[in-house]
């Protein structure tokens, strides 16, 4: 399974719903690969910034036909999860390395996360994609972004923030999709990432939250 996730605005908490996925699959163990491409994964993990090269690498140096390098960029996180993170280097990726990425998604075993970062994720991944996932907050200039995307994904991961306004029936009616998880804002999930506690215990708003999800185990 190939869950892909993504915001139209920076500060939405897409690492923390890509990387909490990632956990809950692992924890109940299943194989899982979360592949870092927005660069913050292995900091929401607790992990030391890995100083090797990443996908960003393979991207800039490598044949999109030579995806057996990015199984020797992964580093693991637990026993049952591993990062592809981007690495140092930053990126311009020709669409034949995103579709040799993603068809090296669509083969790995168990699952794989794909943090996406902020914008509209390119085709190929959307298209190996069983489930795509919007990440937003109830905010008015992320919603005037969400208004305008040129494809729909298949859910919306609503963060819901006191003193916010717009609420769940607002993002549903803007984005044309179900919000298929609520995350209620939660000071627990910040000091957890910053104490680097998150792998050992995914906080219980964020298990409920997306306990809303029919194909989470």
Same mark, same amino acid.
């Given at each position: 399974?190939?869950?892909?996730?993504?915001?139209?605005?920076?500060?939405?908490?897409?690492?923390? %719903?890509?990387?909490?996925?990632?956990?809950?699959?692992?924890?109940?163990?299943?194989?899982?690969?979360?592949?870092?491409?927005?660069?913050?994964?292995?900091?929401?993990?607790?992990?030391?910034?890995?100083?090797?090269?990443?996908?960003?690498?393979?991207?800039?140096?490598?044949?999109?036909?030579?995806?057996? %390098?990015?199984?020797?960029?992964?580093?693991? *996180?637990?026993?049952?999860?591993?990062?592809?993170?981007?690495?140092?280097?930053?990126?311009?990726?020709?669409?034949?390395?995103?579709?040799?990425?993603?068809?090296?998604?669509?083969?790995?075993?168990?699952?794989?996360?794909?943090?996406?970062?902020?914008?509209?994720?390119?085709?190929?991944?959307?298209? %190996?994609?069983?489930? *795509?996932?919007?990440?937003?907050?109830?905010?008015?200039?992320?919603?005037?972004?969400?208004?305008?995307?040129?494809?729909?994904?298949?859910?919306?991961?609503?963060?819901?923030?006191?003193?916010?306004?717009?609420?769940?029936?607002?993002?549903?009616?803007?984005?044309?999709?179900?919000? %298929?998880?609520?995350?209620?804002?939660?000071?627990?999930?910040?000091r957890s990432v910053d104490a680097g506690l998150l792998a050992g215990r995914v906080p219980r708003s964020i298990r409920e939250g997306l306990g809303e999800l029919s194909w989470i185990p």
């Amino acid at each position: 399974m190939v869950i892909l996730c993504w915001s139209v605005k920076g500060g939405s908490g897409t690492t923390v %719903v890509a990387t909490s996925l990632a956990l809950l699959h692992a924890t109940r163990g299943i194989h899982t690969t979360l592949v870092d491409l927005s660069g913050d994964a292995p900091a929401c993990l607790g992990m030391a910034d890995p100083l090797g090269p990443g996908i960003g690498h393979w991207f800039e140096g490598f044949p999109a036909g030579n995806t057996a %390098v990015l199984d020797h960029l992964t580093v693991p *996180s637990t026993a049952d999860l591993r990062v592809l993170p981007v690495g140092l280097t930053g990126y311009r990726a020709s669409s034949s390395h995103w579709e040799s990425l993603a068809a090296w998604c669509a083969h790995q075993p168990g699952t794989v996360v794909i943090d996406a970062g902020v914008g509209e994720p390119h085709d190929a991944l959307w298209d %190996v994609a069983q489930h *795509s996932l919007l990440v937003v907050r109830g905010c008015y200039l992320a919603l005037r972004r969400t208004a305008r995307l040129l494809r729909k994904p298949d859910g919306v991961v609503l963060i819901s923030e006191p003193g916010r306004a717009l609420r769940r029936p607002d993002v549903e009616a803007v984005s044309g999709t179900a919000v %298929v998880a609520q995350l209620e804002w939660d000071p627990v999930v910040a000091r957890s990432v910053d104490a680097g506690l998150l792998a050992g215990r995914v906080p219980r708003s964020i298990r409920e939250g997306l306990g809303e999800l029919s194909w989470i185990p």
